[in-house]
């Protein structure tokens, strides 16, 4: 019975090892942006998402005066 265990946990050590290999292979082939792109990306979410913002403010503004408007009536 002790030997099924050491050989159950031999190979899980082996599964983990390989599994960090691949991993770090994988990990390797990233291809990082520069500081230039990461800038400009970060500039563009920052504008589109005030620009959503903003746009979602705008509709629930007009939306919300609708609705007092129907309720008033």
């Known amino acids: 019975m002790g030997d099924t265990n050491n050989n159950a946990v031999e190979s899980a050590a082996k ?7 691949g991993v770090k292979a ?6 990082w942006p520069n500081r230039d792109e990461v800038t400009r990306q970060t500039i ?10 903003v746009l ?17 009536l």
Do not use: P, R, T
Request: overall charge neutral.
């Open 15 to 21: 599964k983990s090892g390989s599994w960090f290999k």
């Open 26 to 31: 994988e990990f390797n082939k990233i291809i």
């Open 44 to 53: 563009a979410v920052v504008l589109v998402s005030f620009v959503v913002g």
């Open 56 to 72: 979602i403010a705008v509709l629930d503004m007009g939306l919300q005066y609708g609705i007092d408007f129907i309720i008033n």
